[in-house]
């Protein structure tokens, strides 16, 4: 079985530069949904300790492991959209997430551009450029409008009819929607790169 961990022994470069950045890039996130949803009048998870990028309080054990072993990961916080301020808060704090990732997106983009321009360090671009890649596809995935995802829960918030439907129905769509998001991950890396590339192309316009 072809599982990430393999990458350990193939490629341990490869493997600890994705380690180190999805777990860098979800606990910014996570920290970004904690902190806004404070400024937003919900202090649940600030109050449970999630204004931290500590990985086990945003990611957890298993999500840490299922990372080192199948490269994917997630992270969570408690939100309660009815202490909120207002009837979108819930949609700011959600898209605080995706914003960070689009944020380092940015950062690592052009760490990168000043490493190829000033070094030669091959190490640093290779993982400053994997850093943004990786921040972009995030962003994108996040905002699918599927539930459990940022998007889902943007697009309640200015859809609310689509909360009324049958949980029955929302578990069936969910499944579905769950491994399309799969087949959607190698789609949204080849956004990525492009958009990735066009900005490293921007940024050699801009100061050649």
Request: include cysteine.
């Amino acid at each position: 079985m072809n599982l990430f961990i393999n990458n350990l022994f193939r490629d341990p470069q490869f493997f600890f530069t994705w380690l180190v950045f999805i777990v860098f890039s979800i606990c910014c996130h996570e920290f970004m949904h904690a902190y806004v949803a404070l400024k937003q009048g919900d202090s649940t998870a600030a109050d449970m300790g999630h204004l931290t990028l500590n990985p086990l309080k945003q990611m957890g054990l298993f999500s840490l492991i299922m990372l080192a072993v199948a490269g994917i990961a997630w992270g969570a916080v408690p939100v309660r959209p009815y202490l909120m301020r207002h009837r979108h808060s819930d949609a700011l704090v959600a898209f605080a997430g995706p914003a960070t990732n689009f944020g380092l997106f940015l950062v690592f983009g052009v760490l990168c551009f000043g490493a190829a321009k000033f070094t030669n360090n091959e190490f640093a671009i290779d993982m400053l450029w994997l850093g943004s890649l990786l921040n972009i596809v995030l962003f994108l995935l996040n905002l699918l409008p599927i539930p459990g995802l940022d998007g889902w829960t943007i697009l309640r918030s200015f859809v609310p009819r689509i909360g009324d439907l049958s949980s029955e129905w929302m578990k069936g769509v969910f499944f579905i929607l769950f491994f399309l998001v799969f087949f959607a991950f190698g789609i949204l890396w080849k956004i990525g790169a492009v958009m990735t590339a066009y900005l490293m192309a921007g940024l050699s316009l801009v100061f050649g």
